[in-house]
């Protein structure tokens, strides 16, 4: 009796064979197994849609075990509908015990040239307007735009009338103190002011500055004149001001030339320094449809980490009601 109790131990701790299997090295043309598995998610989900198909009646859970290392993304990794489990047998993506596979939307940077302790790299893409990016990552931690004022903040001296109308009746107007805003600034349309409410914010790009009145006109307006109101005394500062670029851990775009401007930290090296500029807004997605109400069920997804998103304020900023959440 005891011999058996030890062999059923030994086998309940083995780990559950998958169904399918995804690996940085496999290939997509591969049958999915163990030894020869996938090279990504989306070529998993359709043999597990096939495999569904061949067994409409299957009682157990479909699992792809995902091996860990890094998979580049292009594209999002989408569930829809017809992706869906059943009750009693849900599909599981999960990475394999003891591993990480991590999902990248960035591309490493690489080939910067170091001039005067800054880093630079003309990027063809940027400059062409086929890439912009916000965002910048740095041996694994994210790095920033430079601001102004470089700490605290500026406040508004008085709302203005607004130029326009916005479609809800915010504001799009204010006066500020002499010197706090520059209309030579490099690239103003890229300059963003974030004006802080009651309990949001505001993230809206500059359109004019008028110095002779010390006012100010964004490029959208704001939610609505009580909750996002531009009033007097609201505090708020300036982003993305190339003027600013003076503090290591700080970079800049330059959209019209394309080139990138790093200002390194203490002991980063170029051929050392892991740069990575995302690409893609969304890593993974969930997706229902709403015209037929279809949704998106027993789906796990178990052990993985995502990396690297992208996110650009819209043309007219980005403002909403209650704590950034709309």
């Given at each position: 009796?005891?011999?058996?109790?030890?062999?059923?131990?030994?086998?309940?701790?083995?780990?559950?064979?998958?169904?399918?299997?995804?690996?940085?090295?496999?290939?997509?043309?591969?049958?999915?197994?163990?030894?020869?598995?996938?090279?990504?998610?989306?070529?998993?989900?359709?043999?597990?849609l096939?495999?569904?198909?061949?067994?409409?009646?299957?009682?157990?859970?479909?699992?792809?075990?995902?091996?860990?290392?890094?998979?580049?993304l292009?594209?999002?990794?989408?569930?829809?509908?017809?992706?869906?489990?059943?009750?009693?047998?849900?599909?599981?993506?999960?990475?394999?015990?003891?591993?990480?596979?991590?999902?990248s939307?960035?591309?490493?940077?690489?080939?910067?040239?170091?001039?005067?302790?800054?880093?630079?790299?003309?990027?063809?893409?940027?400059?062409?307007?086929?890439?912009?990016f916000?965002?910048?990552?740095?041996?694994?931690?994210?790095?920033?735009?430079?601001?102004?004022?470089?700490?605290?903040?500026?406040?508004?001296?008085?709302?203005?009338?607004?130029?326009?109308?916005?479609?809800?009746?915010?504001?799009?107007?204010?006066?500020?103190?002499?010197?706090?805003?520059?209309?030579?600034?490099?690239?103003?349309?890229?300059v963003?002011?974030?004006?802080?409410?009651?309990?949001?914010?505001?993230?809206?790009?500059?359109?004019?500055?008028?110095?002779?009145r010390?006012?100010?006109?964004?490029?959208?307006f704001?939610?609505?004149?009580?909750?996002?109101?531009?009033?007097?005394?609201?505090?708020y500062?300036?982003?993305?001001?190339?003027?600013?670029?003076?503090?290591?851990?700080?970079?800049?775009?330059?959209?019209?030339?394309?080139?990138?401007?790093?200002?390194?930290m203490?002991?980063?090296?170029?051929?050392?320094?892991?740069?990575?500029?995302?690409?893609?807004?969304?890593?993974?997605?969930?997706?229902?449809?709403?015209?037929?109400?279809?949704?998106?069920?027993?789906?796990?997804?178990?052990?993985?980490?995502?990396?690297?998103?992208?996110?650009?304020?819209?043309?007219?900023?980005?403002?909403?009601?209650?704590?950034?959440?709309?």
């Amino acid at each position: 009796m005891l011999r058996t109790l030890l062999c059923f131990a030994l086998a309940a701790a083995l780990p559950q064979a998958a169904d399918f299997y995804v690996a940085p090295t496999g290939n997509d043309t591969a049958p999915g197994t163990a030894q020869a598995p996938f090279g990504t998610i989306a070529r998993a989900q359709r043999a597990v849609l096939d495999l569904r198909r061949n067994q409409p009646g299957r009682k157990t859970a479909v699992e792809v075990e995902i091996r860990g290392g890094r998979y580049l993304l292009a594209t999002p990794i989408r569930f829809l509908p017809e992706d869906s489990g059943r009750p009693g047998s849900e599909t599981i993506y999960r990475a394999r015990a003891g591993e990480t596979p991590v999902f990248s939307g960035g591309v490493r940077l690489t080939g910067w040239q170091v001039r005067n302790g800054r880093w630079e790299l003309t990027i063809a893409e940027v400059k062409a307007g086929a890439w912009r990016f916000s965002q910048l990552f740095v041996n694994g931690q994210r790095r920033y735009r430079p601001r102004f004022p470089k700490t605290g903040s500026h406040y508004i001296t008085r709302p203005l009338p607004n130029e326009g109308k916005g479609t809800r009746g915010g504001n799009n107007r204010f006066r500020f103190r002499k010197g706090d805003l520059d209309p030579n600034w490099h690239n103003l349309a890229d300059v963003e002011l974030l004006v802080f409410h009651n309990w949001s914010m505001s993230r809206i790009p500059v359109q004019s500055i008028d110095p002779e009145r010390k006012a100010v006109t964004l490029a959208g307006f704001t939610w609505n004149p009580r909750i996002g109101a531009l009033a007097t005394g609201r505090n708020y500062i300036a982003e993305n001001v190339r003027e600013a670029l003076d503090e290591p851990g700080e970079w800049y775009l330059d959209r019209q030339s394309g080139v990138l401007t790093y200002l390194p930290m203490p002991g980063e090296a170029p051929d050392q320094t892991e740069v990575v500029a995302p690409r893609t807004d969304c890593l993974l997605g969930f997706q229902g449809d709403g015209a037929t109400g279809l949704t998106v069920d027993h789906i796990r997804v178990q052990g993985l980490v995502f990396e690297h998103t992208n996110w650009n304020v819209p043309a007219n900023g980005h403002c909403v009601p209650q704590s950034e959440v709309s």
